[in-house]
């Protein structure tokens, strides 16, 4: 069964969107399965992360690290994101997550975020599919 | 079918659940599929890595590099394992494995590892989903 | 459904393998799904990312900031690619990739390419299993 939903970004962020799968997974044809999670995104991605204040900032901030805005990089000759794009490429786009009792089986501290690595406020559409097991 | 199991680790580092995976894909209803497996914990990770002594010692080396343990991060101050949490969502909680004729289809040099990346010794679980291909 | 194909590398580098995803893709014998591709190597690895050039070079580019050449890696004792190993582990073997109307759903900018991590040429398998949803 595939689903989607859509979600209105500030730009480059991350985003909890852990409640919105677990109403879809609540409303699952059958109990036990799992969810794909996907963005059809190049400048996105999905993450599980815990929800809590600093250790957002913390990630957010660490996204420099991994991808220095400084890098100097080929594709910004024909455009200015070439970092929103290696960032997705190294968080990737997808999470399988299973669930039980049409209930996401996740850790008490765990939540599903949708990254945006792109420079402004983006529309972006998540796709799930839930599959029986 | 939902299946799960039980890891106590030693604290930070990984550990080797192929052989795990493969008695679970060995017992499965059907011959041919996808199995999902999953770490619900917001510090832990599954990677897929050869089972090398060396090799083994280099990737737990170079974490510190991906995510260094003087980082000053916002989390460490309600809590003292930002770093954890950070490397667990940059190497992610869920790898999809094909098996065919119920045999988990891996590289010769290619295990499953459980990446513990709390500060402390930990009771894991790891969630398994048989799909049927 | 379980399929696979080879792809010969040039080496270290990476390799637009879109279409021939979404040829597997249109032939399947139900509309809608998961393709959980995935590549049973250790030092390789699969990526979505947007096939521009500039942005090719420089995703080979930064893999020398996330795992250093010159790291001094036990591995490299016994062979000489613990680089290529851990590349691999960090950027994961499988992704999952929802279709719909026996089509991919992919952003417009959004292409899937395997990572050769390694230091020679290579053939390379994917393995890919359609799962209905």
């Keep these: 069964m ?6 209105e970004t500030d730009g480059f962020g ?21 969810l794909v999670a996907f963005v059809p995104h190049a400048t996105a991605a999905l993450i599980a992360l815990e929800n809590e204040g600093g250790l957002v900032d913390d990630f957010v901030g660490i996204l420099e690290k991994w991808v ?4 100097h990089y080929a594709h910004d000759r024909i455009d200015d994101n ?15 997550l299973p669930f039980s009792s049409r209930s996401l089986i ?3 501290w765990q939540q599903v975020f949708l990254a945006d690595l792109d420079n402004r406020p983006r529309r972006r559409r998540i796709v799930l599919q839930l599959h029986k097991a």
Excluded: C, M, W
Aim: aromatic fraction near 10%.
């Design 106 to 108: 996740l850790g008490t």
């Design 68 to 71: 220095p805005a400084d890098g």
């Design 14 to 34: 991350i985003y909890d969107i852990t409640e919105k799968l677990r109403e879809v997974v609540a409303d699952s044809p059958f109990g036990e399965g799992t």
């Design 2 to 7: 595939v689903e989607q939903f859509y979600f």
């Design 82 to 96: 070439a970092r929103s794009h290696l960032l997705a490429a190294l968080l990737g786009p997808s999470l399988s």
